[in-house]
C-alpha cells in the first residue's frame, strides 16, 4: 500500500530519534550503562538474530532500575497533590533467561534487544512522557497464535507486557516503566475479510486508518475515525479514540462490530459477532475498547464502515474573538445541520500553520466546517452556516470544492501538532484533551484562553468544537523546571474547569500515565474500584500495561 511507507514503524529510523533524544536524557542513559557492554555497531538494525549468551548482559544494559519500588501490583497510597511526572518510575525484575530462550523458540528472529531499539520502543513519538525503564526486549508479533503463546509465557514467568502499535498516543500508554516486553503488533497488518454489502471489514490490529481507506477506496467504502497520521487500528481501539468526523459518525466505541482480544492467561475471547446489534450477554467489546491493553491484547478486529460521500464542501471563516467561533459552532450544532467536521484553531494555532507551511492565513479564531451529501444539500447547508456566521461577528466566509483544495485545507489541520514545533523546535508539547457538554465549551475556551495568553508559554488552541472537545497544545523547555511547573499549571487549570462543568479529563486520547490522578475526582472512588476489581479478575498476575490506567492507590 503507497501509504505504508510514508509512516513506516519506528524502528526503520531508530538511530535518527535516538539521536534527537535530549541529551540530558542520553547522558543519563549512557552514565548507568558504563559498567555494561555498549550497543553493536549495528544496533540501528530493524531485525536481527543474536547470540543467546549476549542476552543476559543487553537485557540488564537496558533496565535502568532507579527508583526500585514495591509490586506493582500492591496498593499504593493516594497523593492527592500528585504532578505530572517527567520520568514515570517503576519496579523492576530481570527477565529469566529461561522465557528468553522459550520466546526465542516461538518468534525465531523476530525479536531483539538492540539498545536504540528497546529505547525507541519505550518512548512515544509525540509525548513528553518517559520512564525510568524499558522494555528488555521486544518481539514482533506475526499471528495471533503467537501472541497466546507469547502471553502465556510471560504470565508463567509474571514478566509485564506492553502492546505497542504506531507509538502516535500522547499519555504515555506504551511506556514500560517496570521493563518486562513489548510487543509490537506492526507486522499484523492484514485485511482479512472485506464485506461490502455488509458494510463491514475485519482487520488485524496493526494496519494503519490511512492504509485501510487506501484499500477500502476502490470498493467506495471508508473508516470515518481519523486520529494523528501514523495510528493504527488496535492502538485506537485500545485508546477509544475519535478525531474530527466523531461529530458524525462517533467514536470508536461506535464503530467496533467486534474484536478478538488474548487475554492474560493466553486464551482468545471473541467478544460478538458480525450482527450489526446484539443484546447477547456484557458488552465484552466496549469493555475492551479504551482499555489500553491493561485487560488483554487485541489481536482483530470488525469495523463498521461507511459510503464515501457523494459530495462534500470545506468552509472556513474567522472571529474576532475565540468565544465568537465557540458559539457559531454551539449555534451550527442546534441547527440541526449534520456536519461532518467542526474544527476550532486559534491565533496562534494559525500562526503556527503559517510558520511551519509558508501560508498566508488570517491569524485570528478561526473555524473549518466540512458538509457532506449531495450537491444540492452540501451547498444548501454551506450557505445556512454562512448566515449564522454573519450573525456572529464571523467575517471571510469562504468555501472550497474542488478536491484538491479541500484536501490541502484538512492536510493542514491534520499536522497541527507538527506545525507548533515550527515555533518552537527544540521544546516538548503538553496536550490537553479535556471535553465537556457542548453548551459549557464556549465558557471552557474562554476561560482558558485568558490563562493562556496570560502565560509566558507558547500555547495554542484547537478543538473539536462539534462534540465539545477542546485541545490545547503547550510548548515548554524540558530542561526547565519553571517552564514544566507553568505547563502543569495550565493543564490542571483546564482539566479542573472542565470536571467543574461535568466534563473529562480525556475526550479522546486516553488515560495512560498521564490522565490517572484525574480520575478519581471525574469517576469517583467506586467506578475506580469496580475497574480494579476487573483487572484483578482478568490479570491476576497484574501483566497486561501494568502502572496504567488504573491509578495504584485504589484498593478493594
Not at 165 to 178: F, K, M, R, V, Y
Not at 453 to 479: K, M, Q, R, W, Y
Request: net charge negative.
Amino acid at each position: 500500500m503507497a501509504m505504508s511507507s510514508r509512516f513506516t514503524r519506528l524502528r526503520h529510523s531508530s538511530k535518527s530519534l535516538f539521536n534527537s533524544t535530549p541529551s540530558l536524557l542520553r547522558s543519563s542513559f549512557s552514565t548507568k550503562l558504563i559498567t555494561t557492554p555498549t550497543p553493536t555497531a549495528n544496533s540501528g538494525s530493524s531485525r536481527h538474530p543474536f547470540p543467546f549468551w549476549s542476552l543476559p548482559i543487553a537485557v540488564a544494559a537496558g533496565s535502568l532500575a532507579l527508583y526500585p519500588q514495591s509490586n506493582p501490583s500492591l496498593c499504593q497510597a493516594p497523593n492527592a497533590n500528585a504532578r505530572t511526572e517527567f520520568v514515570v518510575k517503576g519496579s523492576h525484575k530481570d527477565v529469566p533467561q529461561e522465557l528468553i530462550n522459550e520466546l526465542k523458540a516461538v518468534c525465531k528472529d523476530n525479536m531483539t534487544v538492540d539498545y536504540e531499539e528497546r529505547y525507541n520502543h519505550g518512548k512515544p513519538q509525540n509525548s513528553f512522557h518517559k520512564a525510568v525503564n524499558i522494555p528488555d526486549l521486544v518481539v514482533f508479533a506475526r499471528s495471533e497464535e503467537e501472541v497466546c503463546k507469547i502471553v502465556k509465557l510471560c504470565d508463567k514467568h509474571k514478566v509485564p507486557i506492553v502492546p505497542y502499535g504506531g507509538a502516535t498516543s500522547i499519555e504515555g500508554h506504551t511506556l514500560s516503566p517496570h521493563g518486562g516486553v513489548c510487543i509490537d503488533m506492526s507486522s499484523m497488518k492484514n485485511v482479512k475479510a472485506l464485506h461490502v454489502e455488509d458494510m463491514d471489514v475485519i482487520v488485524e490490529p496493526g494496519i494503519g486508518w490511512m492504509e485501510l481507506n487506501e484499500y477500502l477506496e476502490p470498493y467506495g467504502l471508508f473508516f470515518p475515525l481519523d486520529p494523528g497520521p501514523g495510528a493504527t487500528i488496535g492502538g485506537m481501539c485500545a485508546t477509544r479514540c475519535s478525531g474530527s468526523l466523531a461529530v458524525r459518525y462517533g467514536t470508536m466505541r461506535d464503530n467496533v462490530i467486534s474484536l478478538k482480544a488474548v487475554l492474560a492467561n493466553g486464551e482468545v475471547v471473541k467478544t460478538a459477532s458480525r450482527a450489526r446489534k446484539s443484546a447477547a450477554g456484557y458488552d465484552l467489546t466496549r469493555l475492551m475498547i479504551g482499555s489500553e491493553g491493561t485487560l488483554g491484547v487485541i489481536t482483530e478486529v470488525t469495523l463498521r464502515l461507511q459510503k464515501i460521500p457523494q459530495y462534500s464542501v470545506v468552509a472556513m471563516c474567522n472571529f474576532p474573538s475565540i468565544k465568537d467561533a465557540a458559539d457559531v459552532a454551539i449555534a451550527t450544532m442546534l441547527s440541526g445541520i449534520q456536519v461532518s467536521r467542526v474544527e476550532l484553531l486559534d491565533e496562534v494555532q494559525v500562526r503556527a500553520i503559517n510558520i511551519a507551511n509558508g501560508k498566508n492565513l488570517p491569524e485570528t479564531p478561526t473555524l473549518m466546517f466540512e458538509f457532506i451529501g449531495t450537491e444540492a444539500y452540501s451547498r444548501e447547508q454551506t450557505q445556512i452556516v454562512q448566515k449564522i456566521v454573519s450573525e456572529h461577528n464571523g467575517s471571510d466566509f469562504v468555501f472550497a470544492e474542488d478536491p484538491d483544495t479541500k484536501k490541502e485545507l484538512w492536510k493542514i489541520r491534520k499536522e497541527a501538532l507538527w506545525a507548533c514545533f515550527a515555533m518552537e523546535p527544540d521544546f516538548e508539547a503538553m496536550i490537553s484533551d479535556v471535553c465537556v457538554p457542548l453548551s459549557c465549551l464556549a465558557e471552557l475556551i474562554s476561560r482558558s484562553k485568558q490563562e493562556l495568553d496570560a502565560s509566558e508559554l507558547v500555547c495554542t488552541v484547537i478543538a473539536h468544537a462539534g462534540d465539545g472537545n477542546f485541545h490545547t497544545v503547550i510548548l515548554f523547555d524540558p530542561n526547565k523546571e519553571e517552564h514544566r511547573r507553568e505547563a502543569e499549571r495550565l493543564n490542571h487549570f483546564m482539566v479542573h474547569t472542565a470536571l467543574s462543568m461535568e466534563g473529562t479529563c480525556t475526550g479522546e486520547h486516553g488515560v495512560g500515565t498521564g490522565k490517572m490522578k484525574y480520575l478519581e475526582k471525574e469517576l469517583g472512588a467506586e467506578a475506580l474500584k469496580t475497574m480494579k476489581r476487573i483487572k484483578v479478575a482478568l490479570d491476576p498476575n497484574n501483566i497486561m500495561n501494568p502502572g496504567k490506567l488504573i491509578p495504584s492507590h485504589v484498593c478493594f
